[in-house]
């Protein structure tokens, strides 16, 4: 009865037109009114304590640190200094983007920043040199979703605000799995260029080292940016709160000094930043108040024991949930999503004994899959529009099925290894 209300009350406010954050909330309200005794003012409680979380507070701080970046043309100089690196491995500067988006993912926290940041300079440049147009916009979006698991990371902000996770553990868990996405995306670009030529232009001018070493070594500025935010917090000099008020400062500065910045464009930032965080904030509080009704009535209980009850052992749940995300990432975004689910399901996982920082990152990793999943694929479609047409949103699609792969079978490592993610919080904090 629960269920089949809980489904019936979301799937109508859902398929009225009204937003996310309005449908989760007024489900939650429907419950805590008719099945728990009209208890609607404990979500009202909840919503107060999530919101006046000093946690929370570094979400925005975080999005306006990547606005920040995004609008200094920074982007444009880490492009440029690592393009020499690369230039005469098979695969040129589709490494390149890997490489730049690892970077930027490093201190701009979003998917679609990072994808937007290094798109809009990669894809002119490389098709003005000849690269395979579907191959460019194909790594750009792979690439891209390293934005959301190379800290400092937004999906690890608010996973970490509501499952009251350590933020600094979240962090510091995406460094290897993120690099080692980054490491295999590259080694699909190297085989798939040697199988494939025509995907690259051959490059045969010889550059000094010492020349490409000088180069790399212009983004330090991005380097003391990395180092300020996640070493304050890995080594508990600052909370993330703190250290992503710090990041603001320094990233301001940065993008003033080196950077393109000027007023108007902090002001844009800003601006931009407070409509993202708006949109994220109200799934939050719908979420929230879904939360607390879930809560109160025993739903992941009665979930958890309907599943042991059916046999399914805790690979058997965990598949049942990487598909759900699968199949979810559809038709939301990532961060919606993960609001979204997070209440029910990470109660089920914890209480089958899954570790919270390992399921944060698988978490992560499934969301990230939804940012190149067609019809919402995110990433596929700022990139489409940043082709202008040229790459329609099937053909990006298309080109993203090898980095989408890559990304499964990453999901599956951290599954037989789960160590890959743990080790390292485990070793610093």
């Known amino acids: 009865m629960f269920l089949a209300f809980f489904t019936s009350v979301l799937a109508l406010t859902a398929a009225s037109g009204a937003a996310l954050g309005a449908a989760l909330g007024l489900t939650g309200f429907f419950l805590l009114q008719f099945f728990a005794g009209g208890a609607t003012s404990l979500a009202v409680n909840s919503i107060w304590n999530v919101f006046n979380s000093f946690t929370l507070s570094a979400i925005p701080l975080f999005i306006l640190l ?3 970046l995004l609008h200094s043309g920074i982007s444009q100089r880490a492009y440029t200094a690592f393009m020499p690196v690369f230039a005469r491995v098979p ?11 690892t970077l930027f993912g490093a201190v701009s926290g979003s998917s679609l ?6 798109g809009s300079v990669a894809y002119p440049e490389m098709v003005k040199r000849g690269y395979n147009r579907e191959a460019v916009v194909g790594s750009l979006a792979g690439g891209g979703t390293l934005g959301l698991l190379i800290p400092p990371s937004l999906s690890f902000l608010i996973y970490g605000a509501l499952t009251e996770t350590s933020i600094g553990k979240l962090f510091i868990s995406g460094f290897v799995p993120g690099l080692m996405v980054a490491s295999l995306f590259m080694a699909y670009i190297f ?9 690259y232009p051959r490059h045969d001018e010889r550059m ?20 300020a935010i996640i070493g304050t917090i890995a080594f508990g000099l600052a909370t993330p709160t703190e250290s992503a008020g710090v990041g603001v400062v320094i990233a301001a500065v940065i993008a003033f000094l080196w950077g393109e910045l000027t007023p108007r464009k902090l002001l844009a930032s800003i601006f931009r930043a407070v409509l993202l965080f708006s949109s994220i904030g109200f799934v939050v509080l719908g979420a929230t108040v879904l939360s607390q009704a879930a809560s109160v009535l025993g739903a992941p209980q009665a979930i958890l ?8 052992g805790k690979y058997a749940v965990l598949l049942v949930v990487c598909l759900a995300y699968l199949v979810l990432g559809c038709f939301f975004d990532g961060l919606s999503l993960m609001v979204m689910t997070l209440p029910i399901v990470f109660p089920i996982m914890m209480k089958l004994g899954y570790d919270p920082i390992w399921f944060g990152v698988i978490v992560t990793m499934l969301i990230e899959v ?9 990433n596929l479609s700022v990139l489409t529009v940043l082709t202008k047409g040229e790459v329609s949103l099937g053909r990006a699609a298309m080109a993203a099925i090898p980095y989408w792969a890559i990304l499964m079978f990453a999901v599956v490592l951290l599954t037989v290894f789960p160590q890959i993610a743990t080790f390292l919080p485990n070793l610093v904090m």
């Open 305 to 312: 024991e309907m599943a042991l009850a059916g046999g399914l």
């Open 208 to 227: 000094p080292l010492s020349a490409i070493l000088m180069g790399t070594l212009r983004i330090w500025p991005v380097i003391v940016l990395i180092l």
């Open 91 to 101: 695969g040129g500067l589709l490494h390149t983007n890997i490489a730049v988006c």
């Open 370 to 378: 939804g940012q190149l999943t067609p019809p919402v694929g995110l």
């Open 66 to 68: 990547g606005e920040i």
């Open 113 to 118: 920043s990072t994808a937007a940041a290094v």
């Open 191 to 199: 085989f798939a260029s040697v199988r494939n030529p025509a995907l």
